[in-house]
């Protein structure tokens, strides 16, 4: 008896397609082994770490990449949304070394009231890094300034900052605030609103946008896989008839 063989073309592929990155990609551990590597084409976590650490600092310095982390995950409009405008606020407030804790410590709080993505919030605290924390603080300062009429100099601003190890942070965290105190809590608290607020909108109607094209884009694909590589293939006659 001859065993016939298939041709691997006209075989329907019978293993599931990699539609979208998982159910839940919010909980804190992702940040730490997954968030460095996305899939090419909807942007998720794809377990491939051969990213080189320039490409990795690339990333973190491109707001695109982080709004485009955000829009690609799997969750509801709302707790995207939710989650981003969250992340913002904290972000924008004088909270350095412990922005991350903070956003693990709402979610905690809040959970009893309303969930947000807390992975959305992780990356969106990034809007504070140490490309932009110092420039953001010193608007803040400046503002709440206004308020309180003092003064200091940019020179001095940025001195303040100044450390050269993490032993040294909270000495740091401490002068900041006895220095700068008032003006640099009311700036931080209405720079964070004013930002954070229409945040939450933009990214809901943004998000909304993303999962219709991803959803007509999978169902686009189950009809195509449903009816078989045979079905699009069209004879001569019925080529001539259309035509």
């Known amino acids: 008896m001859t065993?016939?063989?298939m041709n691997p073309d006209d075989a329907v592929s019978t293993t599931p397609a990699r539609l979208t990155?998982?159910?839940?990609v919010?909980?804190?551990?992702l940040f730490s082994t997954q968030l460095f590597a996305f899939d090419d084409e909807y942007g998720c976590p794809s377990g491939n770490f051969s990213?080189?650490?320039?490409?990795r600092l690339i990333w973190w310095c491109d707001p695109r990449q982080w709004l485009h982390a955000i829009l690609q995950l799997k969750d509801t409009p709302h707790s995207i949304a939710m989650g981003t405008a969250i992340g913002i606020f904290i972000g924008l407030t004088p909270t350095f070394g412990i922005q991350m804790l903070l956003v693990l410590a709402v979610a905690f709080l809040t959970q009893p009231f309303f969930r947000f993505n807390?992975?959305?919030?992780?990356v969106a605290v990034y809007i504070s890094n140490p490309f932009t924390m110092?420039?953001?603080?010193w608007m803040n300062y400046?503002?709440?300034?206004m308020f309180t009429h003092t003064q200091i100099s940019w020179k001095e601003f940025v001195s303040l900052f100044q450390y050269s190890s993490y032993t040294e942070w909270w000495s740091t965290f401490s002068n900041v605030f006895y220095t700068l105190g008032t003006p640099l809590i009311i700036g931080s608290f209405l720079v964070a609103t004013v930002l954070s607020l229409p945040t939450?909108?933009?990214?809901?109607?943004l998000s909304e946008r993303v999962q219709a094209r991803r959803a007509a884009r999978v169902q686009s694909r189950t009809e195509e896989a449903s009816r078989g590589p045979k079905s699009a293939e069209m004879t001569e006659p019925e080529r001539s008839s259309i035509s």
Request: hydrophobic share 40%; proline share 11%; charged share 15%.
């Open 3 to 5: 065993q016939q063989v």
């Open 21 to 24: 990155c998982p159910q839940r």
């Open 26 to 29: 919010d909980g804190p551990h």
């Open 51 to 55: 990213m080189s650490w320039q490409s």
């Open 118 to 122: 807390r992975f959305a919030a992780l």
């Open 134 to 137: 110092i420039p953001i603080y």
């Open 142 to 145: 400046r503002i709440g300034a």
């Open 200 to 205: 939450y909108p933009l990214i809901l109607r």
